[in-house]
């Protein structure tokens, strides 16, 4: 069983940053993609960014490119998400996730799943 805990949430004005985190814990297979996804309140869940264990690639969604940013040089199983530039339409609930093996596409399914951090942005 792997768990997921998410912290790091918060409220910030516009043009704010922020930096969630999430830690991993359990039994994980050294090659495993942990992602960032968001829902906000009557929207569907956007996966906004998926990092591949082996290699270190990130793939990030168009919404969220050039201004949030996932560190790479972090401990094993442990996920950062730089949130740079913040706007309004960023306010939702993150979530990070873990699947095992390689990286699905951003809007494709993972394994195991955090409870959460909220993040609100004021204008």
């Known amino acids: 069983q792997v768990q997921l805990v998410e912290s790091g949430g918060g409220s910030v004005q516009a043009g704010g940053s922020l930096r969630p985190s999430c830690a991993a814990s359990g039994y994980i297979y050294s090659y495993y993609c942990m992602g960032w996804f968001r829902q906000a309140p009557g929207k569907e869940r956007e996966g906004i960014a998926n990092?591949?264990?082996?290699?270190?690639?990130?793939d990030y969604a168009d919404s969220v490119k050039g201004r949030f940013i996932v560190p790479t040089d972090t401990p094993n199983y442990t996920l950062y998400l730089q949130m740079n530039s913040l706007k309004p339409e960023d306010a939702a609930m993150y979530y990070c996730?873990?699947?095992?093996?390689?990286?699905?596409?951003?809007?494709?399914?993972?394994?195991?799943w955090g409870q959460g951090t909220q993040v609100t942005v004021s204008s």
């Open positions: 996730a873990l699947v095992v093996g390689n990286c699905p596409p951003l809007s494709g399914s993972y394994r195991y």
């Open positions: 990092f591949y264990s082996s290699g270190g690639r990130i």
